[in-house]
T-cell receptor
Framework: GAVVSQHPSWVICKSGTSVKIECRSLDFQATTMFWYRQFPKQSLMLMAT?????????EQGVEKDKFLINHASLTLSTLTVTSAHPEDSSFYICSARDGGGVGTDTQYFGPGTRLTVL | SQQGEEDPQALSIQEGENATMNCSYK?????LQWYRQNSGRGLVHLILIRSNEREKHSGRLRVTLDTSKKSSSLLITASRAADTASYFC??????????FGKGNQVVVIP
């Protein structure tokens, strides 16, 4: 149980294009999902908190118009990197919090999406 | 800002030995969690310890929490080659947000 998937697992795009990453909770309802980015050999940095049916809450320094987050249902959140540039190349990881099951303090992480912007 | 800080950051041990990692944080927490990450993969939740707990076990893992010192340790006993990974501590704060530490790279030599 408590499986989170991400799609795609990797993507290569040209500078200036937009890329959408999906995060799905497969066997539980996630009222809250989180988006992180991770640079090589570094820790995870929280970008934003995504709440179902409401606007995402962005961390300080994260451009909300650059990283569009939509949490349309209890099992799906999407992150769209708009007008991507090489400096946006990173490993993007989502996590989902079980809204009502046992161990609701635990976040379950997706396998990550490697974005490379040429 | 990241709250957790692990020390040491790189650890190389022989299979069968124990591995210990430490984590310190700066503000009060609801709970502290440890995660493992294999290279290029997502995070696997290992163990959660609440602020009112002092020690917790899960299989070969032992976690301690000292809220007076704002520190935690993760002990992996009888290490295996498959334990080779990066280990992160994360402190949970308001709104369920996690702040991750810098991570420990553990290499277990067969």
């Amino acid at each position: 149980g408590a499986v989170v998937s991400q799609h795609p697992s990797w993507v290569i795009c040209k500078s200036g294009t937009s890329v959408k990453i999906e995060c799905r909770s497969l066997d539980f309802q996630a009222t809250t999902m989180f988006w992180y980015r991770q640079f090589p050999k570094q820790s995870l940095m929280l970008m934003a908190t995504s709440n179902e049916g409401s606007k995402a809450t962005y961390e300080q320094g994260v451009e909300k118009d650059k990283f569009l987050i939509n949490h349309a249902s209890l099992t799906l959140s999407t992150l769209t990197v708009t007008s991507a540039h090489p400096e946006d190349s990173s490993f993007y990881i989502c996590s989902a919090r079980d809204g009502g099951g046992v161990g609701t303090d635990t976040q379950y992480f997706g396998p990550g999406t490697r974005l490379t912007v040429l | 800002s990241q709250q957790g800080e692990e020390d040491p950051q790189a650890l190389s041990i022989q299979e069968g030995e124990n591995a210990t990692m430490n984590c310190s944080y700066k503000t009060s927490i609801n709970n502290l969690q440890w995660y493992r990450q294999n290279s290029g993969r997502g995070l696997v939740h290992l163990i959660l310890i609440r602020s009112n707990e002092r020690e917790k076990h899960s299989g070969r893992l032992r976690v301690t929490l000292d809220t007076s010192k704002k520190s935690s340790s993760l002990l992996i006993t009888a290490s295996r080659a498959a334990d080779t990974a990066s280990y992160f501590c994360a402190t949970a704060h308001g709104n369920n947000r996690l702040a991750f530490g810098k991570g420990n790279q553990v290499v277990v030599i067969p």
